[in-house]
């Protein structure tokens, strides 16, 4: 008889672990607190490595064609006027090499996986979360939010930065805010933009970046305080407040925003749970043991990375308990070097003194091509302690 999961979380992470499982002979649930798909729509960026990881579960090809790839890999640094700093570029990799980054909207990456689980057959209860387990024997016992109970050989905690699950076997671990603030806002592509672009303010970044053939979107980080409430119905004008300063190619896009605009402000938020990000027989992957702060843009490949490392381990390890032990030990190292990565790339974009920023700026053109290429050589060879799962 096939073994049960009870998938809780139906993000980047829990579709595809439930994709990974279920190409694996699992049998898959998938709870999920939202009563509808909705995720809130504004872009996502994908680079290469996570998009190998995509294609294992089959779900590379539908999401390029639904988001748009930049073949030349290029990353085209301003400063806030929009003088050239300095070009990158992305590394392609594997083989065939995956695009170097792909740009999509959210509600679309969803979409994609979505579909793949409904052509898989995987059911997915909308509206469902879970409120209590319980291990008894070989198994775990789930009380969901309908009043019904669910027996399953594993539970797999894919709920996110403030994940249910974590907080009823890990109630000591809560995410801790990062200063940060992220600013999104979508617009209409024009044909022109077709390289990922960052700006670079004083104590400010705003990038933009295709994430269709019709759209792009705008994304700024700005130091803002703790617990600090903004309505709404006012992120557009304060959006284009924050970001006042900048032009460049930015301009046009801050000047129309209205209140009729798609902007959405996230307070920044970051998870670093010691291990063992397991409990007997659940595990937690994804932002629910790892959310890191999303200056290297490598959280979502992060999650797809770790839903195929868990079915690649579950696969080869006949003890289940090993396995997530395994689990943990492999992927810490490499979610901790993003997770620090992104920290400095963090603190050196806050930077609010003009004679330092100006000074790293002048550096930034010497080094810049090298810092990529060192964290890509870096993550492959933490990928490497995966690879012989
Ligand atoms: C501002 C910002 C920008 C980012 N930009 C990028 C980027 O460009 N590229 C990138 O790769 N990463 C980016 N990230 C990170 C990326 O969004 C996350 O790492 C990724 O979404 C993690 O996926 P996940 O499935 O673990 O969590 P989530 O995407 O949060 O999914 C969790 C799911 O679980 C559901 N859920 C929550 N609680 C429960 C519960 N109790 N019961 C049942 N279901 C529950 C939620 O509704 C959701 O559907 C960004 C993050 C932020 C904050």
């Known amino acids: 008889m096939n073994k049960k999961v009870l998938i809780v979380g139906a993000g980047i992470a829990g579709c595809s672990a439930a994709l990974a499982l279920a190409r694996a002979g699992w049998h898959v649930t998938v709870i999920e607190k939202q009563p509808q798909w909705r995720f809130q729509s504004s872009g996502i960026f994908v680079y290469s490595n996570g998009l190998q990881h995509f294609r294992q579960i089959g779900a590379m090809e539908p999401l390029v064609q639904a988001g748009f790839a930049i073949a030349s890999g290029r990353n085209r640094y301003l400063d806030q006027d929009g003088r050239p700093i300095v070009d990158v570029a992305y590394p392609a990799l594997g083989s065939p090499p995956a ?3 792909l740009g999509i909207k959210r509600a679309e990456m969803h979409r994609v996986l979505s579909g793949l689980l409904t052509a898989l057959g995987v059911p997915v209860q909308l509206g469902s979360t879970v409120q209590a387990l319980q291990h008894h024997g070989s198994g775990v016992r789930a009380w969901l939010s309908d009043g019904s109970t669910h027996d399953a050989d594993l539970v797999v905690g894919a709920d996110g930065i403030r994940s249910g699950v974590r907080a009823l076997l890990w109630p000591g671990v809560q995410p801790r805010y990062s200063d940060f603030g992220v600013w999104r806002s979508v617009h209409r592509r024009p044909a022109e933009l077709v390289d990922k672009v960052m700006m670079m303010g004083l104590g400010k970044r705003l990038g933009i970046m295709p994430i269709s053939h019709e759209k792009l979107y705008l994304f700024g980080t700005v130091a803002e305080p703790e617990g600090r409430w903004i309505d709404p119905a006012l992120w557009p004008e304060t959006m284009r407040a ?8 930015a301009r046009p896009f801050l000047d129309e925003l209205s209140a009729h605009s798609e902007v959405l402000y996230t307070a920044v ?3 670093v749970m010691p291990l063992p990000w397991h409990q007997g027989r659940v595990v937690l ?3 629910a043991a790892h959310a890191s702060t999303p200056f290297m843009g490598q959280g979502g490949a992060l999650a797809v990375q770790d839903a195929v490392v868990l079915a690649r381990l579950l ?3 006949p ?3 090993a396995a997530l032990a395994a689990f ?3 992927r810490m190292p490499l979610c901790r070097f993003v997770q620090e990565a992104s920290h400095r790339v963090g603190r050196a974009g806050a930077e609010q003194d ?3 920023h100006a000074e790293a700026m002048r550096a930034f053109p010497a080094h810049a091509q090298a810092h990529v290429d060192d964290f890509y050589r870096r993550l492959h060879e933490l990928d490497e302690l995966d690879a012989p799962v």
């Open 319 to 321: 003890s289940l308990p």
């Open 354 to 356: 003009p004679v330092r």
């Open 328 to 330: 943990g030990e492999r």
């Open 99 to 101: 695009p170097p980054i």
């Open 315 to 317: 696969a080869q390890e």
């Open 285 to 287: 992957i994804g932002d």
């Open 269 to 271: 938020e970051e998870v």
């Open 242 to 249: 924050r970001f006042a300063e900048f032009g460049g190619p």
